[in-house]
Nanobody, 122 residues
Framework: QVRLVESGGGLVQAGGSLRLSCAAS????????MGWFRQVPGKDRSLVAS????????YYADSVKGRFTISRDNARSAVYLQMNSLKPEDTAVYYC???????????????WGQGTQVTVSS
């Protein structure tokens, strides 16, 4: 059974930082691309950042470029999202997801975590 478990969300003031973690089990983690998505009520879930199977390639949404950094540790079956210079508009539920293609370009995510709330106060 595949499980993705996010942690690290919380309440932070604008300008602050948070580090999200996602622990994966039940899959060959090193073969999967991983992504971080976010969703606010009434809007579609959107891709924030992704990383290919090896960690050599990454993608960032324009809204987070230069502020967020995605990384992974295949030995620990974990992916991280370092979020700096947080803004109120970053407030959302953040989800990690796994893509068996291994590539950041395919975006065929088929496993999802339960999400973690990030709230940025002004």
């Amino acid at each position: 059974q595949v499980r993705l478990v996010e942690s690290g969300g919380g309440l932070v003031q604008a300008g602050g930082s948070l580090r999200l973690s996602c622990a994966a089990s039940g899959l060959t983690f090193s073969g999967y691309a991983m992504g971080w998505f976010r969703q606010v009520p009434g809007k579609d879930r959107s891709l924030v950042a992704s990383i290919n199977w090896s960690g050599a390639y990454t993608y960032y949404a324009d809204s987070v470029k230069g502020r967020f950094t995605i990384s992974r540790d295949n030995a620990r079956s974990a992916v991280y999202l370092q979020m700096n210079s947080l803004k109120p508009e970053d407030t959302a539920v953040y989800y990690c997801a796994a893509d068996p293609s291994g590539s950041v370009s395919q975006r065929t995510y088929n496993y999802w975590g339960q999400g973690t709330q990030v709230t940025v106060s002004s």
